[in-house]
């Protein structure tokens, strides 16, 4: 109840600041996909919280498809929005759109996704994204003893897309964590695959990272070998090698990590094929960049909590990082359910709401 409270009040407070500006205005959110559940709701939350603040939005998804978001973005500068939302398919990409928006002086605030090589972006809105992996390192960790078991171990790694500037940072955040324990060799990485380009996932497709797993399992794993943890950065990838594990494996099943809190690994998270995932509440970082529209068209102060970490190769960009919250079995209900982020479905299992 305090947490709904708080939430109504915090998008109340967004809602008086933004509205002050807002009448006429048009807002452009450009998202990468509708492919995943995340983008969805993140491009909802969005649209509506932008709308009850008065603004008129320009909400388009771009298929995963690079030249389709530069053709929407420069669509939405041509067409007179005054600020640009934007998670990127591909950070490097929007360059002429980017460029396009700082000649007519639009504000332009990644979304979630850091858009890189660029100094047109304004602001940066997102998730601690080096958190995010070291809760899922610290999990495996914690779940496998790694410092009072004797061990070996083993591990498999999936990380996400080479385009997404945040893939590294999940890697990083959890490799910090575990990459002692496999140079001690407690942890033994089976595959032998574990550098960031090795384990990397084009475009974080839930396929992709099942094919390699499929191929990872039949060629370390089938002669028996018990696989204890992999480390997967999301849930779309982790929905992947859950796949690969039913098909291809008949060991204990091993601990997987994930993020997003999706439907499909929440069913995987209470049967007990996927051990925890990372809640990242985007009713939160849309509020946070409802905020960021208004006090930035308010010629405000703009709230930022982070000057320094996200540098994009061209400028550091003024930053503020939501907190990511861990989730597992124990607490999905109070985080997605008792929250009002999902609703309980009449299987016991969570739903999206309509
Ligand atoms: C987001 C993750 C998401 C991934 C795939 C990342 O940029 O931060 O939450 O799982 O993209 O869409």
Do not use: H
């Not at 610290?138 to 779940?143: S, V």
């Not at 028996?224 to 992947?240: E, R």
């Not at 994009?312 to 209900?333: H, K, R, Y």
């Amino acid at each position: 109840m305090k947490k709904i409270l708080s939430v109504f009040l915090c998008l109340l407070m967004v809602f008086s600041c933004a509205s002050a500006l807002a009448d006429g205005l048009k807002v452009g959110v450009s998202m990468p996909t509708k492919d995943l559940q995340r983008w969805n709701q993140d491009g909802e939350n969005m649209k509506n919280m932008l709308e009850e603040a008065g603004f008129e939005v320009d909400l388009q998804f771009a298929s995963n498809d690079v030249q389709q978001q530069l053709n929407q973005v420069t669509n939405m500068v041509n067409n007179g929005c005054k600020v640009v939302v934007i998670s990127a398919v591909e950070g490097s990409s929007l360059g002429s759109a980017l460029d396009l928006a700082k000649e007519k002086g639009v504000i332009v605030i990644a979304y979630d996704r850091l858009l890189m090589d660029s100094d047109a972006v304004s602001y940066y809105a997102t998730f601690d994204n080096y958190k995010v992996g070291s809760v899922q390192g610290n999990y495996i960790k914690d779940a496998l003893k790694l410092d009072e078991a004797e061990g070996p171990f083993t591990l498999e790694i999936t990380a996400g897309d080479p385009g997404d500037n945040n893939a590294i940072y999940f890697y990083n955040g959890a490799m910090d964590v575990l990459k002692p324990y496999i140079e001690s060799g407690k942890l033994v990485v089976k595959s032998g695959q574990q550098e960031f380009n090795d384990v990397a996932t084009p475009s974080w497709k839930t396929e992709t990272a099942q094919t390699r797993a499929d191929g990872i399992l039949s060629s370390y794993y089938a002669d028996g070998t018990k696989l204890d943890a992999w480390l997967c950065s999301n849930d779309s990838t982790a929905l992947g090698v859950a796949n690969a594990l039913d098909a291809n494996y008949d060991g204990d099943w091993p601990i997987i990590t994930g993020q997003d809190c999706d439907i499909s690994n929440m069913k995987n998270l209470i049967d007990g094929k996927q051990a925890m995932s990372v809640f990242k509440d985007t009713r939160t970082l849309a509020a946070q960049v409802v905020k960021m529209i208004g006090q930035a068209l308010n010629g405000e102060e703009v709230e930022v909590n982070d000057t320094t970490t996200y540098n994009n190769n061209v400028i550091t960009v003024p930053s503020f990082l939501c907190e990511p919250v861990f989730g597992n079995a124990d607490n999905w209900v109070e985080l997605l359910i008792d929250s009002g982020y999902y609703l309980m479905g009449d299987d016991g299992y969570p739903v999206v709401k309509q």
